[in-house]
T-cell receptor
Framework: AQKITQTQPGMFVQEKEAVTLDCTYD???????LFWYKQPSSGEMIFLIY??????QNATEGRYSLNFQKARKSANLVISASQLGDSAMYFC??????????????FGTGTRLTIIP | GAGVSQTPSNKVTEKGKYVELRCDPI?????LYWYRQSLGQGPEFLIY????????DSGLPNDRFFAVRPEGSVSTLKIQRTERGDSAVYLC??????????????FGPGTRLTVL
């Protein structure tokens, strides 16, 4: 089974609207971390937001928030008030095991987001 | 401050040749990671260094791939007898690896390797 599943290969969203990018994950570990990265056409991976499995509150970072539903094993990224500069590939990733343990990230296949003016 | 840097940005080589890809992590970051990203895919883990030692090399596809980090800073990924299937973008990342926090990984711009 895929550890990280992103079911939306591409999305088109009108500027200033909110957008939700889906991510589901599969792990048997109780302790894990979930990350979202943005990859513009320049290619560099930019860290956006992090959610620990034991965090009770949904993570927020500026216009980014993570809708964490542990029982459903989903960690959707919500971008509010989208901007043209948000056009990029977005990757969901997971670190299995406790923080300060096994550090490698497993990535999904990504969602290409295009913001329409 | 300076981010993760990788050299070269592009490398074109012929099948069967040897290549070295270099990564300079963020100063003070003890953890260093190599990933490989094929077209249309997410990055795939290759190897992780904590300090000078490889703590996890389970992602290296075969023994043609090898990586070193002799002084706990700069790392070199070495690929012997390159094959066309090795063509990809090779990404390096580093993290501070504190006990608290996300320990997010900061990525470099990548090296695009093309094997003809």
């Amino acid at each position: 089974a895929q550890k990280i599943t992103q079911t939306q290969p591409g999305m088109f969203v009108q500027e200033k609207e909110a957008v939700t990018l889906d991510c589901t994950y599969d792990t048997s570990d109780q302790s894990y971390g979930l990350f979202w990265y943005k990859q513009p056409s320049s290619g560099e991976m930019i860290f956006l937001i992090y959610q620990g499995s034991y965090d009770e509150q949904n993570a927020t970072e500026g216009r980014y928030s993570l809708n964490f539903q542990k029982a459903r094993k989903s960690a959707n990224l919500v971008i509010s008030a989208s901007q043209l500069g948000d056009s990029a590939m977005y990757f969901c990733a997971m670190r299995e095991g406790p923080n300060f343990g096994n550090e490698k990230l497993t990535f999904g296949t990504g969602t290409r987001l295009t913001i329409i003016p | 401050g300076a981010g993760v840097s990788q050299t070269p940005s592009n490398k074109v080589t012929e099948k069967g040749k040897y290549v070295e890809l270099r990564c300079d992590p963020i100063s003070g970051h003890t953890a260093l990671y190599w990933y490989r990203q094929s077209l249309g895919q997410g990055p795939e883990f290759l190897i992780y260094f904590q300090g000078t030692g490889a703590a996890d090399d389970s992602g290296l596809p075969n023994d043609r791939f090898f990586a070193v980090r002799p002084e706990g800073s700069v790392s070199t990924l070495k690929i012997q007898r390159t094959e066309r299937g090795d063509s990809a973008v090779y990404l390096c990342a580093s993290s501070l690896r504190d006990r608290g926090g996300a320990n997010e990984q900061f990525f470099g711009p990548g090296t695009r390797l093309t094997v003809l």
